[in-house]
């Protein structure tokens, strides 16, 4: 079992920069790959980003790709979103997950999740 925590949600303003978190605990974390989802009010959970295990395999959802960038330190069992040129369309919870093998953007892939954390960006 792999236990994962989102931090660093909060406001931000449009145009300005965020940087979530994800701590990994739990069984080892080695050899699972990564993935950021998000979820607006009365929409669906969709893919952000997503990362393998050695670093390669990364995907963007088109929304946020020269926007976004999903990295890990694999050392630290930490897995971060660093989120620039904000926009209000990005307002949602975001969720950090986990599966052993590569990185997918389909969430029924992930079998592990975090409880989110809140990310609301006004204009």
């Known amino acids: 079992q792999v236990q994962l925590v989102e931090s660093g949600g909060g406001l931000g303003q449009a145009g300005g920069s965020l940087r979530l978190s994800c701590a990994a605990s739990?069984?080892?974390?080695?050899?699972?790959?990564v993935g950021w989802f998000r979820q607006a009010p009365g929409k669906e959970r969709e893919f952000v980003a997503a990362k393998g295990w050695s670093g390669g395999s990364t995907y963007y959802a088109d929304s946020v790709k020269g926007r976004f960038t999903i990295s890990r330190d694999n050392a630290k069992n930490t897995v971060y979103l660093q989120m620039n040129s904000l926009k209000p369309e990005d307002t949602a919870v975001y969720y950090c997950a986990a599966r052993i093998g590569g990185s997918s953007r389909y969430r029924h892939d992930y079998s592990y999740w975090g409880q989110g954390t809140q990310v609301t960006v006004s204009s």
């Open positions: 739990g069984r080892a974390f080695s050899g699972h790959a």
